[in-house]
């Protein structure tokens, strides 16, 4: 699998971002798609994830914030990130769960 994660970038605190994963070499729409960051020093950490059905999870500290979702005739997959705080930031990756690797990631600043 090929993942390509975009739209990272700089904003403000209280702005928003969208994050799109682009995946090629699967079927994407039997897989769960799942988002990670990972902030210097410290192990990747979920933030969320979209089953093959539209199930969503969250990680408690971007529910209400963040919003997973997916096109499956693009094989793309999207975080909605609203509210953001300083402690967002991180460089985020994509994960499509049963395959291995992670995509270069996509940097996320969040200036206070």
């Known amino acids: 699998v090929q993942l390509q994660a975009s739209g990272g970038g700089l904003v403000q605190a209280g702005g928003s971002l969208r994050l799109s994963c682009a995946a090629s070499?699967?079927?994407?729409?039997?897989?769960?798609v799942a988002w990670y960051r990972r902030t210097p020093g410290k192990q990747r950490e979920f933030v969320a994830s979209i089953t093959s059905t539209g199930s969503a999870d969250y990680a408690d500290s971007v529910k209400g914030r963040f919003a997973i979702s997916r096109d499956n005739a693009k094989n793309t997959g999207y975080l909605q990130m609203n509210s953001l705080k300083p402690e967002d930031a991180a460089v985020y990756y994509c994960?499509?769960?049963?395959?291995?690797?992670w995509g270069q990631g996509t940097q996320v600043t969040v200036s206070s």
């Open positions: 070499r699967i079927i994407f729409s039997t897989k769960t």
């Open positions: 994960k499509i769960y049963g395959t291995n690797g």
